[in-house]
């Protein structure tokens, strides 16, 4: 049997049907429970990767990408005829979701990778609104729902959770919440898909406590491609819109001819390349509800990342006004935007402008720092330019390369540490927190290096400032840097 789909009658079509579930006919026409599975060329799609169905064929053979793709069919169309006997009106996105889990739990896992990356090509397709962006890019609709149900697996009781979505007889989000609140979790739809989207872009086990990642599929090595991103760079960023940024292109390079974002898609801009500090301003839709999530990110020695996630508190009807500060360099920062509830189409207006920033001056351990000299503490002395008071700075935002706080188990006084007539702060830093940093972060190849230590904070007042100290870093005879 070959489905008269659209590939049918148009080879160039990109996709074609390998199999369905149809009630109305099981009803209509069977009087029994029927699934259907497309055979067009099935010696190319039966078994795995390899299998050779007649001897004197070897150009038969199964290939990678089509590797028990019809068992894997079977699973999922058995999966929508069981779904209908349980709960018959569940949306769409559910249901398939479901379908693509099952080819999982049936250990075809590997099937699933083409509806999972022509969504992270796309993700700004909604997950809940089927056919968002049209039958050209509807893999990535699947991708979504099976990304989604498998996340919910992964972090909220399994299979059996999934299982009780299905046989609840809720259909929608509301069965979902229900299955939540039955399993005992204190979250909803919203605070799950929250979380969810930021696992798809950074799939990283910190932090979070892997609240952040997947622990059944791996998104950070291929078959997963990249996430979609939109970059810009430098300061200052004028008003820019979502649609600023054109339509929306599937991943073989179609034009779905959308450029807005239904609820609960995604829209991940990167900001990059800031020499100063920049105030970030969004202002979305009034009327809606709109979850915008700041991650930023410290790339490490080892180019490992480390992000650092919060959201910016816009889940109000009114969307005005919102703002908040960020040191980048030599960092980025990625906000994820997407609309909750019944969002419809929707636009958002996001913008950077500099801050002007104080440049104080900072001395660290008389500009030397030997990790072999023992202590607690790494003491470093602020110093404001004129007219500003040391005792108006918020010694609570006070950072070293933004990721260091003071250690308030020591004290922090004023004085004049230099005696050149400025008063100044001293506050001080965990010595261990401090040689980790330097360790993880900075290359260091002869027995001393060069390095330099950032400091950031702010006044009582909100005005940012800022400094950094050139400090040496004593190593041993064996480059290797040690708490000595």
Not at 46 to 67: I, N, T
Request: one cysteine or more; proline letters at 5%.
């Amino acid at each position: 049997m070959n489905y008269r789909d659209e590939n049918y009658y148009n080879p160039a079509y990109p996709y074609y049907v390998a199999g369905f579930y149809s009630s109305s006919y099981t009803i209509t026409y069977y009087d029994r429970n029927m699934v259907h599975l497309d055979c067009w060329q099935w010696w190319r799609r039966l078994g795995p990767a390899g299998k050779q169905w007649f001897s004197d064929r070897p150009d038969l053979a199964v290939s990678e990408d089509r590797a028990n793709l019809y068992e894997a069919t079977l699973a999922h169309e058995y999966q929508h005829l069981i779904h209908r006997d349980y709960n018959r009106n569940n949306p769409t996105w559910i249901n398939e979701g479901c379908s693509d889990y099952a080819e999982m739990l049936c250990g075809w896992s590997h099937t699933i990778w083409g509806h999972v990356n022509a969504f992270l090509a796309t993700p700004d397709n909604s997950l809940t609104v089927w056919n968002d962006q049209g039958s050209i890019n509807n893999l990535a609709d699947y991708g979504a729902a099976a990304l989604f149900i498998v996340y919910l697996s992964d972090h909220y009781g399994g299979a059996e959770l999934i299982r009780s979505i299905v046989t609840s007889g809720i259909p929608g989000i509301p069965g979902i919440n229900a299955a939540l609140q039955r399993f005992g979790y204190n979250v909803t739809f919203d605070d799950v898909f929250r979380d969810w989207r930021i696992a798809n872009l950074i799939h990283s086990d910190t932090p979070g406590e892997g609240k952040y990642n997947y622990k059944s599929i791996d998104l950070g090595k291929p078959p997963a491609r990249p996430i979609k991103t939109y970059c810009v760079h430098g300061l200052p960023v004028p008003p820019t819109k979502g649609t600023d940024f054109g339509n929306t292109i599937t991943e073989l390079g179609y034009d779905t001819d959308v450029s807005k974002i239904r609820e609960y898609g995604t829209d991940y801009i990167v900001l990059r390349g800031w020499p100063e500090m920049g105030l970030i301003t969004f202002d979305g839709e009034d009327g809606k509800n709109a979850i915008v999530t700041v991650i930023e990110a410290y790339v490490e020695k080892k180019g490992e990342i480390k992000y650092v996630v919060s959201d910016i508190e816009l889940s109000k009807p009114v969307l005005t006004g919102a703002q908040r500060t960020f040191t980048l360099e030599p960092n980025y920062v990625i906000l994820a935007i997407s609309y909750t509830g019944a969002a419809g189409w929707s636009d958002y207006t996001f913008a950077v402008e500099v801050v002007p920033t104080l440049k104080a001056t900072v001395v660290v351990n008389s500009n030397s720092l030997n990790l072999k000299s023992g202590g607690n503490w790494v003491t470093a002395y602020i110093e404001l330019p004129k007219g500003y008071d040391v005792s108006n700075i918020n010694v609570s935002t006070i950072l070293v390369n933004f990721t260091i706080p003071v250690d308030f188990s020591a004290p922090s006084t004023m004085g004049d540490f230099d005696r050149d007539g400025t008063p100044d702060l001293m506050v001080k830093f965990n010595r261990a927190e401090i040689a980790s940093f330097i360790f993880n972060n900075i290359n260091i190849e002869d027995k001393s290096t060069i390095t330099t230590l950032r400091i950031t904070g702010y006044l009582t007042n909100g005005t940012p400032f800022q400094s950094a100290a050139t400090i040496k870093i004593v190593l041993n005879t064996q480059s290797k840097l040690t708490p000595t």
